[in-house]
């Protein structure tokens, strides 16, 4: 017996899927050409799939601050925060991170991934709940399962849901964290937030909202959804990333419990991972200025939300259920998802394919998410790629 048997029924999922569509698993970005574009299988190919909300990845002033930081402090901090990894940029970026949020404390993470591992593995300890949006992303669930809280899972954006499970709850008489997210990475919807603000305070739980696809996109300031539902004060704790709208990598927890900074000495994934290196936390920093002086490029990326959204929606596909820079096409068959994918991409356009159990309704994902990054050309030419694929399917 190998200890790779258990992986038999993988590679024959896999090799059965490289049948219909070996590019697939052969994506390589070549050449990165810009934040929107790059070489695909030798071709220019425009990226519709990227997260890169606010097109910040190769903003010059980013560049430039990253380029600076690698210059003077290294290419690494090769340490934990707890060591040696603590440098005046991840300090700094903290104290701007709690200002852009008002809030009074801050923590940085090494990803997204982390930040969510080391907030629920650590907050909700042995006899308390945690009670999570059954479509919340697998970091979320993962810190679940590092840390010993109870789980529980609520229909996904259904706060009679929520309430129905906090009612039953209540007789346990113990802390309860209810956790969701602001915009769903999958399908681009928001969460009921205030909905769910008004029935954790009934319940006197605290809430966790991860503003991942969030930040930047929503907001009069772009601080999440959050602050456009209006009810910051009910949030106990913010997480998001920096690998999207300020694109680069990291993650965060902002919050005005004070307690806060005590995690940072419970967190096994905040204790032992290095800490981000210079040139990221530089560039984050520098990202985090430009989403606040420049309101402009969150409308931007509004308008071309809005017109992939509505171009789709008139081509007669099955979408998401509201506009969004995530913008989802459902398809029940793999065979015709692997088709369009692949239709789209010798088009030259790339768009995240996503395959359940991935996916959140079991159906199958094209996936696009729009930048303010892209040119007007750019977005006719995604809408024109969609429109000769779709043609391919109704003639088929
Ligand atoms: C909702 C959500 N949370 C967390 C993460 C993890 O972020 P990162 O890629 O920075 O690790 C993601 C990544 O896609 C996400 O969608």
Same mark, same amino acid.
């Given at each position: 017996?190998?200890?790779f048997?258990? $992986?038999?029924?993988?590679? %024959?999922?896999? *090799? /059965? &899927?490289?049948?219909?569509?070996?590019a697939?698993?052969? =994506? +390589?970005?070549?050449?990165?050409?810009?934040?929107?574009?790059?070489?695909?299988?030798?071709?220019?190919?425009?990226?519709?799939?990227?997260?890169?909300?606010?097109?910040?990845?190769?903003?010059s002033?980013?560049?430039?601050?990253?380029?600076?930081?690698?210059?003077?402090?290294?290419?690494?901090?090769?340490?934990?925060?707890?060591a040696?990894?603590? $440098?005046?940029?991840h300090? %700094?970026?903290? *104290? /701007? &991170?709690?200002?852009?949020?008002?809030?009074?404390?801050? =923590? +940085?993470f090494?990803?997204?991934?982390?930040?969510?591992?080391?907030?629920?593995?650590?907050?909700?300890?042995?006899?308390?709940?945690?009670?999570?949006?059954?479509?919340?992303h697998?970091?979320?669930?993962?810190?679940?399962?590092?840390?010993?809280?109870?789980?529980?899972?609520?229909?996904?954006?259904?706060?009679?849901?929520?309430?129905?499970r906090?009612?039953r709850?209540?007789?346990?008489?113990?802390?309860? &964290?209810?956790?969701?997210?602001?915009?769903?990475?999958?399908?681009?919807?928001?969460?009921?937030?205030?909905?769910?603000?008004?029935?954790?305070?009934?319940?006197?739980?605290?809430l966790?909202?991860?503003?991942?696809?969030?930040?930047?996109?929503?907001?009069?300031?772009?601080?999440?959804?959050a602050?456009?539902?209006?009810?910051?004060?009910?949030?106990?704790?913010?997480v998001?990333?920096?690998?999207?709208?300020?694109?680069?990598?990291?993650?965060?927890?902002?919050?005005?419990?004070p307690?806060?900074?005590?995690?940072?000495?419970?967190?096994?994934?905040?204790?032992?991972?290095?800490?981000?290196?210079?040139?990221?936390?530089?560039?984050?920093?520098?990202?985090?200025?430009?989403?606040?002086?420049?309101?402009?490029?969150?409308?931007?990326?509004?308008?071309?939300?809005?017109?992939?959204?509505?171009?789709?929606?008139?081509?007669?596909?099955?979408?998401?259920?509201?506009?969004?820079?995530?913008?989802?096409?459902?398809?029940?068959?793999?065979?015709?998802?692997?088709?369009?994918?692949?239709?789209?991409?010798?088009?030259g356009?790339?768009?995240?394919?996503?395959?359940?159990?991935?996916t959140?309704?079991?159906s199958?994902?094209?996936?696009?998410?729009?930048?303010?990054?892209?040119?007007?050309?750019?977005?006719?030419?995604?809408?024109?790629?969609?429109?000769a694929?779709?043609?391919?399917?109704?003639?088929?």
């Amino acid at each position: 017996m190998s200890i790779f048997d258990k $992986f038999q029924q993988l590679a %024959a999922t896999r *090799q /059965e &899927l490289e049948k219909s569509c070996d590019a697939f698993f052969n =994506i +390589v970005m070549q050449d990165i050409i810009s934040g929107t574009e790059a070489i695909v299988n030798g071709r220019p190919t425009i990226l519709a799939g990227s997260n890169n909300y606010l097109g910040l990845s190769f903003d010059s002033d980013c560049i430039d601050a990253a380029c600076g930081a690698v210059r003077k402090e290294g290419t690494g901090t090769t340490g934990s925060r707890m060591a040696n990894g603590t $440098f005046s940029g991840h300090v %700094a970026l903290e *104290q /701007e &991170l709690a200002e852009f949020f008002n809030r009074q404390g801050a =923590i +940085v993470f090494s990803t997204g991934y982390v930040a969510n591992l080391a907030m629920l593995s650590t907050l909700v300890g042995p006899g308390e709940i945690i009670l999570l949006d059954g479509d919340c992303h697998a970091s979320i669930y993962d810190g679940c399962r590092m840390g010993s809280a109870e789980v529980h899972r609520f229909r996904h954006n259904d706060a009679q849901d929520l309430e129905k499970r906090l009612r039953r709850l209540e007789k346990r008489n113990t802390n309860i &964290l209810v956790v969701v997210e602001g915009l769903y990475s999958m399908l681009g919807d928001r969460a009921p937030l205030a909905d769910i603000v008004s029935v954790k305070n009934k319940y006197g739980a605290y809430l966790l909202v991860d503003e991942a696809h969030s930040l930047g996109v929503l907001g009069a300031n772009g601080r999440g959804l959050a602050e456009e539902s209006d009810v910051e004060d009910g949030v106990d704790f913010v997480v998001g990333t920096f690998s999207k709208s300020l694109g680069a990598i990291g993650g965060f927890c902002v919050s005005n419990h004070p307690e806060l900074d005590l995690v940072r000495y419970a967190s096994r994934p905040y204790v032992f991972t290095a800490s981000s290196s210079p040139s990221v936390i530089a560039s984050t920093r520098m990202a985090l200025k430009i989403l606040q002086k420049r309101p402009e490029l969150r409308h931007r990326l509004w308008d071309n939300a809005n017109m992939l959204y509505n171009k789709l929606q008139d081509l007669g596909f099955s979408m998401g259920p509201e506009p969004s820079p995530i913008v989802a096409v459902r398809l029940e068959d793999k065979a015709e998802a692997f088709e369009l994918w692949n239709g789209l991409l010798e088009q030259g356009v790339y768009v995240n394919l996503m395959l359940p159990p991935a996916t959140p309704d079991g159906s199958c994902l094209l996936r696009s998410s729009v930048s303010a990054g892209h040119t007007l050309e750019q977005m006719e030419r995604i809408c024109e790629a969609f429109t000769a694929v779709r043609q391919l399917t109704a003639a088929a």
